[in-house]
């Protein structure tokens, strides 16, 4: 019953002649958040800075870090924390001018989920941790580096 | 496999009342033995059905992962599918995705049947030919023949739910085994009773490196990429194995739980049908004991 449900919600969300408008895909191995979603923008934390995409943007292929990912749907704002991925940009295939954002990140959760005491807590373990080979070091840097950013997105 | 051990069980108990009618004994043992047989089918249906319904919620759960994972994976597959695929020789490595459980039909036949096909024909050629397994029917099946071209197996991999984090260990170790070229052999899956087994080319970093500028520049110029291609390739490539990786097991995955409902239904139901047969049987004997005794009790009563 639920795998019904959540496929007619999954069917409900894409698009069914839209046009115009940007298709979302916003996803992580574990969950699917939206599936070919109309909304008006999307913004992403990307290596070399933020930015937005919206429909008709140039054909980008990007790499994502530790960040907040802000979907505008008019006046409708959603953000999601992303710990990396991409974000593939395509033109459309058919004659909808529906162009396709497709974001594919290792993790993403809504910044509601994000518990900052607990990542404020794991950030002191990973400072205690010892850092006795380049596992470790490499380990602590990275992980101090996405914790920073998850205590910042859920302030 | 049940029905084969359905049939191989009711042999003997159909000989034994053949030989029964035949030279009119007191049937006592034959009707012990087909009840005998009888309590073995009926508690094969039972493991049967109950293997059913495990894998009936099994399947709910793997296609909820398959639905929710497959976007994910797709984009960058999509990308990487914009290179053309240019028939290079050189060595081959498959990748033969399995499933660590039989019972299931003939999923794991069906990888291995396309691998053992591909390594000949790429043999053939004078390519040589290296062999990655994931599922523990893939060892089994591939190692009696290919067994010295083994370089990595990854079994139990579905012993705790797959996770992108496994799909990535396995493709950091095909990665680093820097494959000149690599074909995924897995199911598709299509519906509930059907699936395909696909050969899927899988670019490796050689090829990309090696492939004719044009090309590249026609499939990739397109895309600005951030940072430059140059910085972000690598990282991006490692992705698409993984990607690959994890978009063929999960797929295997509900596969084999979705083809295993299936082979489950129709060995309870074969098991339904040999009961039956042997119900017969079991009556017919019982009958025909009956039958004997009262023959003897009236032939006695009228001598006396």
């Not at chain 1, 109309?38 to 008709?56: A, K, L, M, Y």
């Not at chain 1, 002191?124 to 910042?152: C, F, H, T, Y």
């Not at chain 2, 293997?51 to 994976?73: C, H, I, Q, S, Y």
């Not at chain 2, 083994?150 to 494959?179: D, G, M, Q, W, Y």
Request: charged share 20%; glycine share 6%.
């Amino acid at each position: 019953m639920a795998l019904r449900s959540a496929r007619i919600l999954r069917m409900a969300s894409e698009a069914t002649g839209v046009t115009n408008r940007l298709l979302l895909t916003l996803t992580s191995p574990g969950e699917a958040i939206c599936v070919k979603k109309p909304v008006d923008s999307v913004t992403v934390p990307g290596t070399e800075g933020v930015f937005t995409v919206t429909n008709n943007h140039s054909l980008i292929v990007s790499q994502l870090k530790a960040g907040v990912i802000n979907v505008r749907d008019g006046s409708e704002m959603k953000d999601y924390f992303i710990s990396d991925g991409f974000l593939f940009f395509n033109h459309p295939t058919d004659g909808s001018g529906c162009c396709t954002a497709e974001v594919a990140g290792v993790e993403i959760v809504p910044t509601s989920a994000l518990d900052k005491d607990r990542a404020t807590q794991v950030l002191s373990e990973l400072m205690a941790a010892p850092k006795d080979n380049e596992w470790d070091r490499a380990k602590a840097q990275l992980g101090a580096a996405l914790v920073n950013q998850v205590i910042k997105a859920a302030e | 496999m049940f029905s084969r051990l359905f049939q191989t069980g009711l042999r003997p108990a159909a000989g034994g009342l053949r030989a029964v009618t035949a030279e009119q004994t007191r049937n006592a043992a034959t009707l012990k033995t087909l009840s005998i047989r009888m309590r073995a089918i009926k508690n094969m249906q039972k493991i049967t059905k109950a293997m059913k319904m495990v894998a009936t919620a099994k399947f709910k759960k793997d296609m909820r992962t398959m639905e929710n994972g497959l976007p994910f994976a797709i984009p960058v597959m999509n990308l990487f599918q914009r290179l053309p695929v240019e028939d290079k020789a050189g060595a081959i490595t498959y990748v033969a995705v399995t499933s660590d459980k039989g019972l299931c039909g003939g999923v794991n036949t069906a990888v291995a049947k396309q691998v053992r096909q591909g390594i000949t024909a790429e043999e053939a050629k004078g390519n040589v030919s290296k062999v990655v397994v994931i599922g523990g029917k893939g060892v089994a099946v591939l190692k009696r023949l290919y067994g010295d071209r083994f370089t990595h197996s990854f079994e139990e991999c579905s012993k705790v739910p797959f996770t992108f984090a496994a799909a990535s260990l396995i493709a950091e170790r095909l990665a680093a085994s820097n494959p000149a070229r690599c074909k995924v052999v897995s199911n598709e899956f299509k519906s509930m009773v059907s699936y395909d087994t696909i050969a899927k080319h899988t670019f490796t970093v050689d090829e990309a490196h090696t492939m004719d500028k044009g090309e590249w520049t026609k499939a990739m110029d397109v895309y600005s990429f951030e940072p430059s291609i140059y910085e972000v390739w690598q990282d991006l490539h490692e992705f698409y194995y993984g990607c690959v990786i994890y978009g063929s097991f999960i797929q295997s995955t509900t596969t084999e739980t979705a083809q295993r409902m299936n082979a489950m239904e129709n060995a309870s139901k074969n098991a339904g049908e040999m009961y039956g047969k042997v119900e017969l049987q079991f009556n017919r004997a019982r009958q025909a004991k009956i039958t004997t005794e009262l023959c003897e009790i009236i032939s006695g009563a009228s001598a006396v």
